[in-house]
T-cell receptor, first 108, second 114 residues
Framework: QQPVQSPQAVILREGEDAVINCSSSKALYSVHWYRQKHGEAPVFLMILLKGGEQKGHEKISASFNEKKQQSSLYLTASQLSYSGTYFCGTRTGNQFYFGTGTSLTVIP | DAEITQSPRHKITETGRQVTLACHQTWNHNNMFWYRQDLGHGLRLIHYSYGVHDTNKGEVSDGYSVSRSNTEDLPLTLESAASSQTSVYFC?????????????FGEGSRLTVL
């Protein structure tokens, strides 16, 4: 039931861009994105609702294609502070599932 | 400030013992969740509650139980701890339904079962 994320891990140099994908075999009503720093709790980034809405948060934005049951997170001009593990979250029935995570490391 | 707190933050126990992890939130959120986090598996849903006296099983509920007697608390009990339950446990809460509302996480409880 967990959504599938890709890639599992990515290493970037400062200033480079990255895309993280999240896909589900079930119909999606909304998609959440969270970032977790090492040893800390996940922190909410954004939520996307049905309608193909694209939202932004600083230089981080996301899209949601409900027909394809997919969402993508776009990180532009990455900064060292973007390092962490990114999770998408989706609802199936009454249960809220998180993906397996994508580890993002930004190096100078 | 309103918050969500977990206790204990670290616990070591022995196989077969009963363990209870506490989760307390002061936001008056109706929805509360327990997840476990293991390398390679991300966050997996154990139990969840959408209101007082409402509890539901998640995808990895075997060996765990919860009760919701008030809005603020959702304690997670491991009836007979097993080494496979060594993990980091996160409690979360949300005011709105997950379709529209973000989840707020506690700081996590690291449990080691020897």
């Amino acid at each position: 039931q967990q959504p599938v994320q890709s890639p599992q891990a990515v290493i970037l140099r400062e200033g480079e861009d990255a895309v993280i994908n999240c896909s589900s075999s079930k119909a999606l009503y909304s998609v959440h994105w969270y970032r977790q720093k090492h040893g800390e709790a996940p922190v909410f980034l954004m939520i996307l609702l049905k309608g193909g809405e694209q939202k932004g948060h600083e230089k981080i934005s996301a899209s949601f294609n409900e027909k394809k049951q997919q969402s993508s997170l776009y990180l532009t001009a990455s900064q060292l502070s973007y390092s962490g593990t990114y999770f998408c979250g989706t609802r199936t029935g009454n249960q809220f599932y998180f993906g397996t995570g994508t580890s993002l490391t930004v190096i100078p | 400030d309103a918050e969500i707190t977990q206790s204990p933050r670290h616990k070591i126990t022995e196989t077969g013992r009963q363990v209870t992890l506490a989760c307390h939130q002061t936001w008056n959120h109706n929805n509360m969740f327990w997840y476990r986090q293991d390398l390679g598996h991300g966050l997996r849903l154990i139990h969840y509650s959408y209101g007082v006296h409402d509890t539901n099983k998640g995808e990895v509920s075997d060996g765990y139980s919860v009760s919701r007697s008030n809005t603020e608390d959702l304690p997670l009990t491991l009836e007979s701890a097993a080494s496979s339950q060594t993990s980091v446990y996160f409690c979360a809460s949300s005011l709105a339904h997950p379709d529209t509302g973000e989840l707020f996480f506690g700081e996590g409880s690291r449990l080691t079962v020897l």
